[in-house]
């Protein structure tokens, strides 16, 4: 199985995939989200220490930034595929 190499200029990268790839291993591989969308909204919390220490951890875990972490939970708890449970089927403003 073909490992992906590190490239120093993107003529290698270019280079790597226009080879035939069908023997690449594709379990090195890592899902990832990416982010088009302009973010102007601002949210500002206080959060305790060790709570927000956890959260930057687990995010380092995943390699992102925590913001970007706290965003992805957000928006998977959002989620339309998700039927909320009843405890979470109300929204709240406030």
């Known amino acids: 199985m073909k490992k992906i190499p590190e490239f120093k200029t993107e003529a ?11 023997d690449l ?6 899902p990832t989200r990416f982010e088009f969308e302009r973010k102007a909204g601002r949210l500002n919390m206080r959060l305790p220490e ?4 956890a ?6 875990q995943r ?3 925590f913001t970007r972490y ?6 998977r708890d959002l989620a339309p ?3 909320p449970s009843r405890a979470q089927g109300r929204v709240e403003s406030g």
């Open 12 to 22: 290698e990268a270019e280079a790597f995939l226009d080879q035939d790839l069908s």
């Open 25 to 30: 291993d594709f379990s090195q591989f890592k």
């Open 50 to 53: 060790g709570l927000l220490d």
């Open 55 to 60: 959260v930057k951890a687990r995010a380092r």
């Open 63 to 65: 390699g992102m930034p």
């Open 70 to 75: 706290i965003r992805e939970l957000i928006e």
């Open 81 to 83: 595929t998700r039927k």
